[in-house]
Every structure is written in structure tokens, then in C-alpha cells.
């Protein structure tokens, strides 16, 4: 007895220390700013000139955006980068944007290419640095509807290069799905024919889906941005995604899953990326996909460099090549979605295809939300109400998936 | 310095133990402490950087939403199916392993047992996705696709139970191989019949071995959150939410104050199970 008596003592007095070395430290940041709620951005240097290669670089991205030949012999974007600059590209594919802010808080990456709803937190969290576009040759070329825009620049200062943007589409079985789905409807339906084939993307982000619907279905809730929620239009949206967890089969955010549940036929119906399209079909899946025509929630990406980079210049040269003409459109093309860099479009395979995903039409994408995180602020500007904030979004879906 | 140790026979005890007692206390104990303090913590919900204030808020949520009591209860009852399937296929083949196999199949058995735990769990749960896919093999055997359970919660115990049957057999073997072929002949030999016998003489032993199991296969079950991404359809156990508070949501503080659902529950267990004197008998 006296003997485990000790032991807890020792055990209680280790909880101590270690409750003591949580306390202290990271009292900084309350000083009110210029960003939402008043949070200022935290004071971080951006680099100065450019030096040489440190040989590798760790990156974070979504599937699709560092193509090395492994998928397919054919798409490869990274193997000349990695002979011309002598930079190792490690990649880590994610499947949330939620996913990559975790991932970029550990400081083991350099590079990530963020959405709107990661880029915003990432910056105010403290985890990414300004961008010299001084460095970036290729940055002039961007289009300039896609610069200093809110979700990828703070009072005039770019926290990265933007890399490309597009929507998220309505996928399905053209030999199960008859007649072809033209609206969001045809995943809402409470009386679906296709019960428990239906498939949704895994993320609180969805929840926008939901009420994007309910912008043309319902006008009365007066939704004005699927990011900016209040407590009633909150409520509906997650009412419609809770009539439609009965009809799903299985959430996806893992693309391989996604690729594999609609080629076998346990997914039938539901969002999908233009890339798990492409993918599909090359595995010889009979899908089809489309913008539906209430538009549709979508990304606009940003590559964005860590705080924390070990290797900093290998991390703008990557940004470099990401956003040069040819690269560019080769990912675009794979990814499918439009260039950020206006050169870009000589350079695609098929001529016509800057047109077809309307690269350098803004009137297009005002029908196209970006992923946006929302925060108790409404971002349509209503100032007589709070709006609910991505916290009350991630318990919601939560609740939701039950 | 030998001398002085052997004089000290105190300083030897310390100098043995204080590398094991440090693992124990700072890398074991030290994580359980981390997770309980910091359940008790916030996240800035903008940013995600922790907020170190103290508030039972986290408990208040988890306590009053049902959707986390329904999770519970769902991977309670998925842990406690998966370990009662385990039970029922263990028994039979510990007892032929270990009472009716020559010694030399035995030896076959116990590698043929083990092998499944040298593939990755990765692997087999992927196998297990394809084998329950819509028109797999599973779907085929049951007569076409569509018959087949599909994703879901019940493919889910299945998987479960593949997985962690090995953990079941073992100490069921093990346990039953200490059982003497001595008392079971003298048993016979004093006119007991089959049935007494197995009361009397191989529950004892067998039941001990079954708690050991069951504590395996329950605390695999029932942290388990990758099978159920799998294969589970659209279900969630305490795993995944953990997993999503944490890789998702980014508030390490709730997927901390959600771990100690199964935290508590396990403790619940094994007191349950010591009541019952089994842990003695390990």
C-alpha cells in the first residue's frame, strides 16, 4: 500500500507540473484590428530576397494538385520542378479544408493550398506568412479579378497566389439515374427513388450546399449568402440536411471512396469535384457531371506559405512553378477547374477550355459561392442580427449525421 | 559502485524500476492528465487556437445533445455485439486448438490464427469494403447485388469482429491449455458426465479467459473509428467524432472531453470484470 501511495503522489505532482506548463505562455492577440471581430493579424515578416534551395519542400494540397506521373504517366507537374530546382516535393493530400488548417498548425508543412474557408483562419491564426510577389515572376500574370481579393489578402497585403477556382458539381450514374438530374433538388428529395445511394461531402462546409438550395426553393427565409446564417435560416438549412441523412448512404470526403462507392454502384447520386469525374470515368464508371442550375458552392484557391517553413525558399519556387503558364494548366485541365494565370489558357490542351470553365468571366462566378467560414459577423453585411459561426456549423453537422 | 549497490539494496530497487515508473507516470499517466485538463479548455472558434480558460462548457454540450448520447449507446452496443460474436466463434476453436488438435495441427492452428494479424488493418478493412460492395462477392453469394447488408452499422460488427477475433482466441487458448487432460480423465473417471464436467471443471478456467478477451475486443471495438469510415456507411461511433473534433473541427479540447466517454466506460468495465475476480486469474 505504501508503496502505491508513492506512485500517485508521483502521478498527481507530474499532472501538476505538466497543468502548470499549460497555463503559462500565449497571452498575446487581444488588441482589437482591423479583421473580423475586431482580430488583428498577427505580425509576421514576409521574406525579403530569394536564396537557394534547401532540397525539399512539404506540401499540402488537394487531390489532384501535385501530380508527380504515379496516377497517371501523363500528368506530371512536379518531376521537371523537382530536376530544375533540386527541390523534393513531399505531398499530403487532404480531404477538408478543415482538415489542412489542423495539418498546417503542426509547422511540419510549407506549402498549402488553401481554400477561402481555411485561408482567412490561417491567417489570423498565425500559421501563414505574407507573400513577396516580388519573387513570384508568374504573379503578374494572374488574372486580376483573383488578387487582393478578401479571402487571400488583408489591407492590401497577398498572403499567397492564387492558384484556381470552380464549383462543385452534381454527379450521377447515367445508367441508374433517369431521367438526368437537372437541379439540387435531386438530393433533397425526401422521397428519393435513390435512397441510401446518395451521397453528400463530409464536411460542416455542406451545410452551405443546403442552404444555396434553399435560396431559390425557399426566397421567403431570405438567405442572402450561404455563409452568413441566422438563427431561423440555420435552422432550416439543417432541418433539409437532416431529412436528407435518411436518404444517404455514406459521406464522402476521402476521393478514393468516392471514386470506388460510384464505379461499384453504393453511391449513385451527389456532390462530387470535376477531378473524381475524370477519375471515375477513367476507371470506366458511367457518371456525368454538372453545375446545377441554382449554381452551386465552390473554391477559389489560394498556395499559401507557412509561418513556420523550414524550407522557405524551395516554398516560393514551388509557388513560382505552380502558377507558371504550363503547370497551371496542366492542373487546371486534371483538376478541372479554371487557370488563375491568364497565359495559361495558350497553353491547355483543349483550346476551348479557359471558355468552358469561364476562366476570366466574373459574372459566372457570382452564381458560384466560395468556400467562406463563417463567423457570428454576417458576411452579407446585415448588422441587426448574429449569424452562426463555424463552431455552431461543425456541431450542427454532428447533429446532422447523428 | 557494485558494492555500493549491493549495500543499498533501496538505490538497486530505484536504479531497476525508475526507467519503467518514468514511462508509466510521465508518457502514460502524464497524456491521460494532458486530455483531462484540456477537456476542460476552449478553441478560439475563428482561428482554432486553444483557449486556456477553464469551463465545463465541453461537458454541458456532450451531456445535453442527444446526438452524443445516441453515439455512445450505438458504440457501446457495437463494442458489446462485436464481443459477443468474438465469444461465440472463440470458444470452439480455442477448444478444439487447445483439447482436440494433435499437437502438431495445434501448432498450424495457432500460426493459422496469427497470420491475419501480420496484414495491415488498413488492408483488410479496405478487403472488406470491396467483399461488401454493391454487386461484391458478398451481394453475389447472397444472390445478386443489392442482398447484401451493404455499408452500414452492421457491416461495421462484422468487420469488427474479423478483426479482433485473434485477440479472443489467444487468451481462450492460452487459458485452456493450462487446463490439465489429468482433471478433465479424473473427473470423467469419477462419473461425472460431460456436461458436469464442463461446469465444474472447464468454466473456471474458460470464463477468466473470456473477461481477458473481451476486454481486447471491447476497448478495440470500442475506440475504433477507421472500419467505420470503411465500411460503415454513414455511421458514427465515438471514434469518429473524436476524429472529426480533432482533424475536422480542430477543437482538440471537445474530441478531449468526448474521449472520456470511453475512458469512463472502460474503467466501468473493468471494474466490473474484477468483481467478478477474473482479473485475479490472469
Not at chain 1, 479544408?97 to 498548425?105: A, G, P, Q, T
Not at chain 2, 480455442?94 to 483439447?99: E, F, G, N, S, T
Not at chain 2, 481477458?212 to 475504433?224: E, V
Request: hydrophobic share 45%.
Amino acid at each position: 500500500m505504501r508503496h502505491k501511495g508513492k506512485a500517485l503522489a508521483a502521478a498527481m505532482a507530474a499532472g501538476v507540473l505538466i497543468l502548470a506548463a499549460g497555463c503559462s505562455g500565449n497571452d498575446s492577440g487581444n488588441e482589437a484590428g482591423s479583421g473580423p471581430g475586431g482580430l488583428s493579424v498577427p505580425k509576421i515578416d514576409k521574406m525579403a530576397t530569394l536564396g537557394t534551395g534547401e532540397g525539399t519542400v512539404n506540401v499540402i494540397a488537394w487531390a489532384g494538385y501535385v501530380e508527380d506521373g504515379s496516377t497517371d504517366p501523363k500528368v506530371d507537374w512536379v518531376s521537371d520542378f523537382e530536376k530544375e530546382t533540386g527541390c523534393k516535393v513531399n505531398s499530403k493530400v487532404a480531404g477538408t479544408s478543415d482538415e489542412m488548417v489542423s495539418l498546417m498548425k503542426t509547422g511540419e508543412y510549407d506549402v498549402v493550398s488553401a481554400s477561402g474557408d481555411a485561408s482567412l483562419r490561417l491567417i489570423y491564426g498565425g500559421d501563414v506568412a505574407p507573400v513577396n510577389t516580388d519573387l513570384i515572376p508568374n504573379y503578374k500574370d494572374v488574372f486580376e479579378g483573383l488578387k487582393n481579393k478578401q479571402w487571400n489578402s488583408v489591407d492590401g497585403q497577398p498572403y499567397g497566389v492564387p492558384h484556381g477556382r470552380g464549383a462543385n458539381l452534381l454527379m450521377y450514374r447515367t445508367d441508374v439515374v433517369k431521367p438526368a438530374p437537372t437541379s439540387w433538388a435531386a438530393v433533397f428529395d425526401a422521397n428519393s427513388p435513390y435512397q441510401g445511394k446518395i451521397t453528400a461531402y463530409d464536411s460542416p462546409i455542406y451545410i452551405a450546399d443546403a442552404a444555396l438550395y434553399l435560396m431559390t426553393t425557399q426566397p421567403d427565409l431570405g438567405i442572402k449568402n450561404p455563409y452568413a446564417l441566422d438563427d431561423t435560416q440555420f435552422k432550416a438549412a439543417t432541418d433539409l440536411l437532416t431529412a436528407q441523412n435518411k436518404m444517404i448512404g455514406e459521406y464522402w470526403s476521402d476521393y478514393t471512396k468516392e471514386v470506388q462507392a460510384f464505379k461499384a454502384g453504393n453511391s449513385v447520386l451527389g456532390t462530387t469535384w470535376q477531378v473524381i469525374t475524370n477519375l471515375a470515368q477513367a476507371d470506366k464508371a458511367p457518371v456525368e457531371a454538372f453545375l446545377p442550375n441554382e449554381g452551386a458552392t465552390g473554391w477559389s484557391d489560394t498556395w499559401m506559405i507557412s509561418s513556420k517553413s523550414k524550407h522557405p525558399n524551395c516554398a516560393y519556387m514551388w509557388m513560382n512553378h505552380i502558377i507558371s503558364p504550363k503547370s497551371n494548366a496542366a492542373v487546371a485541365e486534371w483538376f478541372g477547374e479554371a487557370p488563375a494565370n491568364k497565359l495559361a489558357c495558350q497553353q491547355t490542351a483543349d483550346k476551348n477550355f479557359c471558355a468552358t470553365y469561364h476562366a476570366d468571366d466574373e459574372a459566372y462566378y457570382q452564381k458560384v459561392w466560395y468556400w467562406t467560414t463563417p463567423i457570428a459577423q454576417c458576411l452579407d453585411g446585415r448588422t441587426n442580427v448574429t449569424c452562426k459561426d463555424y463552431s455552431a456549423w461543425t456541431q450542427a453537422w454532428t447533429t446532422i449525421k447523428g | 559502485m557494485r558494492s555500493f549497490l549491493h549495500r543499498h539494496p533501496g538505490v538497486r530497487l530505484a536504479g531497476l524500476l525508475s526507467a519503467p515508473l518514468l514511462w508509466l507516470v510521465v508518457a502514460y499517466l502524464g497524456a491521460l492528465a494532458v486530455l483531462l485538463v484540456s477537456a476542460f479548455w476552449a478553441v478560439n472558434t475563428f482561428t482554432g487556437e486553444v483557449v486556456r480558460e477553464f469551463s465545463l462548457q465541453n461537458f454541458r454540450t456532450i451531456l445535453t445533445e442527444d446526438v452524443y448520447r445516441n453515439v455512445t449507446l450505438r458504440s457501446v452496443g457495437v463494442a458489446a455485439a462485436v464481443t459477443v460474436i468474438c465469444v461465440v466463434l472463440a470458444v470452439p476453436m480455442a477448444l478444439y486448438m487447445a483439447k482436440v488438435a494433435s499437437p502438431r495441427s495445434r501448432h498450424w492452428l495457432v500460426i493459422a490464427i496469427l497470420t491475419p494479424l501480420w496484414a495491415s488493418y488498413l488492408v483488410k478493412a479496405y478487403a472488406w469494403r470491396v467483399l461488401l460492395a454493391n454487386g461484391g462477392p458478398v451481394d453475389w453469394l447472397l444472390g445478386g447485388p443489392g442482398r447484401g447488408p451493404g455499408y452500414g452499422l452492421f457491416a461495421t460488427i462484422i468487420v469488427l469482429s474479423y478483426l479482433w477475433l485473434p485477440y479472443m482466441i489467444l487468451p481462450i487458448y492460452a487459458g485452456l491449455e493450462r487446463l490439465p487432460d489429468s482433471l478433465l480423465e479424473a473427473s470423467a473417471d469419477l462419473g461425472a458426465r460431460g456436461s458436469r464436467t464442463f461446469r465444474a471443471i472447464v468454466l473456471p478456467i474458460l470464463v477468466p479467459s473470456i473477461f481477458a478477451g473481451s476486454i481486447f475486443t471491447f476497448s478495440l471495438s470500442l475506440g475504433d473509428y477507421i472500419t467505420v469510415q470503411i465500411v460503415g456507411g454513414k455511421t458514427q461511433l465515438i471514434g469518429n467524432l473524436v476524429y472529426a473534433n480533432i482533424g475536422a473541427a480542430n477543437n482538440l479540447p471537445f474530441a478531449a472531453a468526448l474521449a472520456v466517454i470511453p475512458v469512463l466506460i472502460m474503467v466501468i468495465y473493468l471494474v466490473a470484470v474484477r468483481r467478478s475476480g477474473a482479473l485475479e486469474e490472469l
